[in-house]
Protein backbone atom coordinates (compact mmCIF):
# COMPACT_ATOMS: atom_id res chain seq x y z
CA UNK A 1 0.00 0.00 0.00
CA UNK A 2 0.89 3.69 -0.24
CA UNK A 3 3.11 5.27 2.52
CA UNK A 4 2.24 8.21 4.52
CA UNK A 5 4.85 9.49 6.86
CA UNK A 6 4.72 11.79 9.73
CA UNK A 7 7.35 13.77 11.63
CA UNK A 8 7.68 14.25 14.48
CA UNK A 9 6.71 10.87 16.07
CA UNK A 10 6.54 12.48 19.17
CA UNK A 11 6.93 16.34 20.61
CA UNK A 12 7.04 17.83 23.79
CA UNK A 13 6.28 21.90 24.18
CA UNK A 14 5.41 23.96 27.01
CA UNK A 15 1.90 25.79 27.34
CA UNK A 16 1.89 28.98 24.84
CA UNK A 17 4.42 27.51 22.25
CA UNK A 18 3.71 26.24 18.86
CA UNK A 19 4.53 23.61 17.28
CA UNK A 20 4.05 21.92 13.62
CA UNK A 21 3.62 18.42 12.61
CA UNK A 22 4.67 17.16 9.12
CA UNK A 23 2.23 14.93 7.10
CA UNK A 24 4.13 13.81 3.52
CA UNK A 25 3.11 11.19 1.24
CA UNK A 26 6.31 9.34 -0.01
CA UNK A 27 5.08 7.18 -3.39
CA UNK A 28 2.40 9.02 -4.04
CA UNK A 29 0.99 12.39 -5.17
CA UNK A 30 -1.68 13.71 -2.94
CA UNK A 31 -4.29 16.85 -3.40
CA UNK A 32 -6.32 16.09 -0.86
CA UNK A 33 -5.37 15.10 3.09
CA UNK A 34 -7.10 14.54 6.41
CA UNK A 35 -6.07 15.98 9.85
CA UNK A 36 -7.52 13.71 13.07
CA UNK A 37 -6.58 13.88 16.82
CA UNK A 38 -7.53 10.78 18.90
CA UNK A 39 -7.67 10.77 22.70
CA UNK A 40 -6.84 7.58 24.55
CA UNK A 41 -9.29 4.61 23.77
CA UNK A 42 -11.22 6.98 21.24
CA UNK A 43 -12.19 6.77 17.84
CA UNK A 44 -10.54 9.13 15.08
CA UNK A 45 -11.68 12.66 15.01
CA UNK A 46 -11.43 14.34 12.03
CA UNK A 47 -10.40 17.98 12.21
CA UNK A 48 -9.60 19.62 8.93
CA UNK A 49 -9.06 18.54 4.93
CA UNK A 50 -6.27 20.00 3.70
CA UNK A 51 -6.71 20.96 -0.09
CA UNK A 52 -3.54 21.62 -2.00
CA UNK A 53 -3.60 25.08 -3.34
CA UNK A 54 -6.42 26.49 -1.56
CA UNK A 55 -7.55 27.02 2.56
CA UNK A 56 -8.36 24.23 4.30
CA UNK A 57 -11.86 22.88 5.08
CA UNK A 58 -12.28 22.37 8.85
CA UNK A 59 -14.95 20.92 11.02
CA UNK A 60 -17.38 22.44 13.40
CA UNK A 61 -15.89 23.38 16.63
CA UNK A 62 -12.70 23.05 15.75
CA UNK A 63 -10.56 26.57 15.40
CA UNK A 64 -8.69 27.82 12.51
CA UNK A 65 -6.85 29.94 13.50
CA UNK A 66 -5.24 27.66 16.63
CA UNK A 67 -5.08 24.36 14.16
CA UNK A 68 -2.87 26.22 11.10
CA UNK A 69 -3.25 23.75 8.26
CA UNK A 70 -0.27 24.22 4.85
CA UNK A 71 -0.78 22.01 2.15
CA UNK A 72 2.74 22.82 0.43
CA UNK A 73 2.81 20.87 -2.34
CA UNK A 74 1.26 17.61 -3.62
CA UNK A 75 3.22 15.48 -0.79
CA UNK A 76 3.37 17.75 1.86
CA UNK A 77 0.64 18.75 4.55
CA UNK A 78 1.64 20.57 7.67
CA UNK A 79 -0.41 21.43 10.67
CA UNK A 80 0.19 23.42 13.60
CA UNK A 81 -0.64 23.95 16.42
CA UNK A 82 -0.24 27.53 17.92
CA UNK A 83 -0.19 28.45 21.55
CA UNK A 84 -0.43 25.12 22.98
CA UNK A 85 -2.36 24.73 25.89
CA UNK A 86 -2.21 20.88 28.28
CA UNK A 87 -5.63 20.06 26.86
CA UNK A 88 -4.19 20.19 23.28
CA UNK A 89 -2.57 17.25 24.14
CA UNK A 90 -3.53 14.76 21.80
CA UNK A 91 -2.27 11.88 19.09
CA UNK A 92 -2.66 13.77 15.62
CA UNK A 93 -2.73 11.72 12.73
CA UNK A 94 -3.10 12.60 8.55
CA UNK A 95 -4.51 10.72 6.33
CA UNK A 96 -4.12 10.75 2.15
CA UNK A 97 -6.07 9.17 -0.14
CA UNK A 98 -3.94 6.70 -2.46
CA UNK A 99 -5.31 8.64 -5.66
CA UNK A 100 -8.45 9.80 -7.86
CA UNK A 101 -9.20 6.38 -8.85
CA UNK A 102 -9.25 4.64 -5.41
CA UNK A 103 -10.81 5.31 -2.29
CA UNK A 104 -8.31 3.53 -0.37
CA UNK A 105 -6.87 6.17 2.42
CA UNK A 106 -3.74 5.36 3.90
CA UNK A 107 -2.54 7.05 7.33
CA UNK A 108 0.38 8.40 9.24
CA UNK A 109 2.02 7.05 11.76
CA UNK A 110 1.02 9.94 13.76
CA UNK A 111 2.43 11.97 16.04
CA UNK A 112 1.99 12.34 20.06
CA UNK A 113 2.01 16.13 21.46
CA UNK A 114 2.43 16.79 25.17
CA UNK A 115 1.84 20.12 25.88
CA UNK A 116 3.15 20.89 29.85
CA UNK B 1 -25.43 13.72 10.42
CA UNK B 2 -24.22 10.83 9.15
CA UNK B 3 -23.38 7.67 11.60
CA UNK B 4 -21.52 4.67 11.51
CA UNK B 5 -22.22 2.39 15.24
CA UNK B 6 -19.87 -0.28 15.92
CA UNK B 7 -20.24 -2.70 18.12
CA UNK B 8 -18.56 -4.79 20.79
CA UNK B 9 -16.65 -2.32 22.27
CA UNK B 10 -14.33 -5.02 23.58
CA UNK B 11 -13.70 -8.30 22.66
CA UNK B 12 -11.57 -11.71 24.15
CA UNK B 13 -10.89 -14.34 22.16
CA UNK B 14 -8.78 -17.59 22.20
CA UNK B 15 -6.49 -18.47 19.97
CA UNK B 16 -7.77 -19.92 17.19
CA UNK B 17 -11.33 -18.72 17.73
CA UNK B 18 -13.92 -16.37 15.35
CA UNK B 19 -13.40 -12.69 15.95
CA UNK B 20 -16.88 -10.85 14.62
CA UNK B 21 -17.00 -6.90 14.52
CA UNK B 22 -20.30 -5.41 13.79
CA UNK B 23 -20.88 -2.19 12.29
CA UNK B 24 -24.46 -0.55 10.98
CA UNK B 25 -25.34 2.82 8.95
CA UNK B 26 -28.29 4.98 8.82
CA UNK B 27 -27.58 6.96 5.75
CA UNK B 28 -27.85 5.02 2.46
CA UNK B 29 -25.61 7.29 0.67
CA UNK B 30 -22.33 5.38 1.70
CA UNK B 31 -20.31 3.84 -1.25
CA UNK B 32 -17.25 2.33 0.53
CA UNK B 33 -16.94 0.33 3.68
CA UNK B 34 -13.05 -0.14 5.04
CA UNK B 35 -11.74 -1.74 8.20
CA UNK B 36 -8.53 -0.54 9.54
CA UNK B 37 -6.63 -2.22 12.44
CA UNK B 38 -4.32 0.06 15.02
CA UNK B 39 -1.84 -0.65 17.13
CA UNK B 40 -1.01 1.14 20.86
CA UNK B 41 0.84 4.32 19.48
CA UNK B 42 0.61 3.92 15.96
CA UNK B 43 -1.39 4.65 13.16
CA UNK B 44 -4.45 2.60 11.81
CA UNK B 45 -3.48 0.28 8.91
CA UNK B 46 -6.07 -0.33 5.99
CA UNK B 47 -7.07 -4.03 6.84
CA UNK B 48 -9.86 -4.74 3.75
CA UNK B 49 -12.59 -2.86 2.35
CA UNK B 50 -15.65 -3.66 0.30
CA UNK B 51 -18.41 -1.94 -2.08
CA UNK B 52 -21.98 -2.26 -1.49
CA UNK B 53 -22.30 -3.81 -4.53
CA UNK B 54 -20.53 -6.93 -3.07
CA UNK B 55 -21.74 -9.23 -0.09
CA UNK B 56 -18.87 -10.64 1.15
CA UNK B 57 -14.85 -9.79 0.77
CA UNK B 58 -12.37 -12.15 1.96
CA UNK B 59 -8.44 -11.77 2.02
CA UNK B 60 -6.44 -14.35 4.05
CA UNK B 61 -7.82 -14.93 7.15
CA UNK B 62 -10.41 -11.29 7.19
CA UNK B 63 -13.71 -11.79 5.42
CA UNK B 64 -15.79 -8.20 5.75
CA UNK B 65 -19.82 -9.52 5.09
CA UNK B 66 -22.26 -6.76 3.56
CA UNK B 67 -25.77 -6.97 3.84
CA UNK B 68 -27.26 -3.77 2.14
CA UNK B 69 -30.84 -3.98 3.42
CA UNK B 70 -29.86 -3.99 6.64
CA UNK B 71 -27.59 -1.22 6.45
CA UNK B 72 -24.98 -3.42 8.26
CA UNK B 73 -21.02 -4.75 7.69
CA UNK B 74 -19.12 -6.90 10.00
CA UNK B 75 -15.29 -8.16 10.06
CA UNK B 76 -14.48 -11.77 10.63
CA UNK B 77 -11.00 -12.64 11.83
CA UNK B 78 -10.74 -16.59 11.51
CA UNK B 79 -8.15 -18.63 13.20
CA UNK B 80 -7.52 -15.64 15.61
CA UNK B 81 -4.19 -14.94 16.67
CA UNK B 82 -1.99 -13.49 19.78
CA UNK B 83 -1.02 -10.50 17.07
CA UNK B 84 -4.46 -9.96 16.08
CA UNK B 85 -4.84 -7.75 19.37
CA UNK B 86 -5.42 -4.51 18.49
CA UNK B 87 -8.37 -2.14 18.18
CA UNK B 88 -10.37 -2.47 14.89
CA UNK B 89 -12.46 0.50 13.08
CA UNK B 90 -14.79 0.53 10.69
CA UNK B 91 -15.30 3.17 8.26
CA UNK B 92 -17.91 4.28 5.68
CA UNK B 93 -17.42 7.12 2.98
CA UNK B 94 -20.25 9.06 1.53
CA UNK B 95 -21.55 9.04 -1.87
CA UNK B 96 -21.33 12.40 -2.19
CA UNK B 97 -18.04 13.02 -0.61
CA UNK B 98 -15.32 14.47 -2.10
CA UNK B 99 -11.65 13.29 -1.44
CA UNK B 100 -12.42 9.84 0.04
CA UNK B 101 -13.89 11.31 3.23
CA UNK B 102 -14.32 8.72 6.06
CA UNK B 103 -17.10 8.49 8.99
CA UNK B 104 -15.36 5.96 11.53
CA UNK B 105 -17.05 4.04 14.06
CA UNK B 106 -15.95 4.19 17.74
CA UNK B 107 -13.67 0.77 17.24
CA UNK B 108 -13.54 -2.21 19.32
CA UNK B 109 -10.54 -3.25 21.91
CA UNK B 110 -9.49 -6.72 20.52
CA UNK B 111 -7.73 -9.44 22.84
CA UNK B 112 -6.83 -12.62 21.71
CA UNK B 113 -5.81 -14.75 24.44
CA UNK B 114 -2.89 -17.35 23.96
Known amino acids: GAVVSQHPSWVICKSGTSVKIECRSL??????MFWYRQFPKQSLMLMAT?????????EQGVEKDKFLINHASLTLSTLTVTSAHPEDSSFYIC????????????FGPGTRLTVT | QQQVKQSPQSLIVQKGGISIINCAYENTAFDYFPWYQQFPGKGPALLIA?????SEKKEGRFTISFNKSAKQFSLHIMDSQPGDSATYFC?????????????FGEGTQLTVNP
Open chain 1, 50 to 58: SNEGSKATY
Open chain 1, 95 to 106: SAPAGIATYEQY
Open chain 1, 27 to 32: DFQATT
Open chain 2, 50 to 54: IRPDV
Open chain 2, 91 to 103: AAKGVETSGSRLT
